[in-house]
């Protein structure tokens, strides 16, 4: 074990709010991209977790936010592709929501909202039929003007199970409540595709929306991938599921206004990490000032003792590190029990990780300083 290691795990408490400090800096970067991110899959999560191999969207689409519909030509070219087995497309739109019709509005208070109305498949093993929906919930969505709706939304909403409300007009039942589909935007309410022709929300019939697509092999959706968008012509553009998700985490993210508050909170974050580990290195060093004396008189060099309290500052940082994972595990558990929505790529944790250690060896670079302080000379007096 190296002495700065050493000194870190048995004087802990002296570095204990530098790693509190570079804990906080990393909860608050990833709060915010856990947040918008997780916005963002609460709009496509029946798309996420649909039985589809490959997505199928206009040919200049970057991603599945703001994607308009393509012309139902397109269709019959994707299932001329002999490895192709299905295809569906996706049908959704938005509309008003009341929660009062008829005698079931005694006693209630009046809500109106708009809501993003998500239409699903109800047949078995449909393609836009979301894995993590039952055999009982299937049936129930097959049934006319049957809604399902998040629990998160039902206070929102001003319902509960059994409800009757109305959607433009058009009366639908509160037939099922959904658990792992939160919006904090809009309540989202999801409807079969018969429902959603009867309330009069289904596309023109010339035009369809992004489409999904089931492949023979599962292995082989790549290949498909790109022998169908060899011969797409500019008429769409085929994606994998995890390429299509990855493609939507990265335009939330640039997303100007989200840009702005990403920047000002990694801001802070190196403001509050640098100003209070810097000081607590820097306090910690001169409290151990006699030591790094007695190393001097012993000849270690000046160089050798940066090297310590710089690598001292690295096992702060890894300290951080860890206390930060434990943090933003907690706020994420914290937040699937609210129902708030909150995703955390991969490649933000591994970014923010980087920025920690980094802040952290700044700051020892920053306090490095002090050691002018560590006279052998000292020693006599």
């Not at 039952?134 to 939304?153: C, F, I, S, W």
């Not at 929102?156 to 009366?171: E, P, Q, T, Y």
């Not at 020892?364 to 000379?377: D, E, F």
Request: no cysteine.
């Amino acid at each position: 074990m190296s002495l700065a290691l050493a000194t870190v795990i048995y004087e802990w408490r002296r570095y204990l709010a530098a790693i509190i400090a570079l804990a906080l800096s990393g909860l608050l970067i990833l709060t915010f991209v856990g947040m918008f991110v997780g916005i963002g899959k609460s709009f496509t999560a029946t798309i996420d977790r649909s039985r589809a191999d490959l997505m199928i969207l206009p040919a200049k689409s970057e991603s599945l936010l703001g994607t308009g519909g393509m012309p139902r030509r397109v269709m019959p070219i994707i299932y001329s592709h002999p490895e192709v087995i299905a295809v569906s497309d996706v049908d959704d739109d938005g509309g008003m929501f009341s929660n009062l019709v008829g005698d079931d509005a005694k006693g209630r208070k009046k809500v109106r909202d708009y809501v993003q109305i998500t239409s699903v498949e109800t047949a078995k093993d449909a393609l836009t039929l979301p894995t993590d929906f039952d055999e009982n919930l299937r049936e129930t969505l097959a049934q006319p003007y049957a809604v399902a709706v998040d629990k998160t939304a039902l206070a929102r909403l001003g319902v509960k199970l059994g409800d009757k409300a109305a959607i433009d007009g058009h009366a639908v039942r509160i037939a099922a409540v959904t658990t792992t589909y939160p919006n904090m935007m809009q309540p989202q309410i999801i409807v079969s595709r018969q429902t959603l022709r009867l309330l009069g929300k289904s596309r023109p019939s010339n035009r369809i929306g992004p489409m999904f697509v089931r492949v023979r092999d599962p292995a082989r959706a790549s290949i498909v991938r790109d022998e169908l968008n060899a011969v797409a012509n500019g008429r769409y553009r085929a994606w994998t599921k995890a390429e299509l998700s990855k493609a939507n985490d990265q335009s939330i993210m640039k997303e100007q206004g989200i840009g702005v508050i990403l920047g000002f909170s990694t801001f802070m974050g190196m403001i509050i990490g640098l100003g209070i580990t810097s000081q607590t290195l820097r306090g910690a060093v001169l409290a151990n000032i006699k030591e790094f004396a007695s190393l001097r008189a012993l000849g270690v060099s000046m160089g050798s003792l940066r090297l310590i309290v710089l690598e001292l500052s690295f096992w702060v940082g890894v300290a951080g590190l860890v206390a930060a994972g434990a943090l933003v595990a907690g706020m994420g558990l914290l937040a699937q029990a609210s129902g708030i929505p909150m995703s955390f790529p991969l490649p933000n944790i591994l970014s923010t990780g980087l920025f920690l250690l980094i802040t952290a060896v700044l700051s020892g670079i920053m306090s490095l300083g002090v050691l002018k302080r560590s006279q052998p000379a000292d020693l006599l007096r």
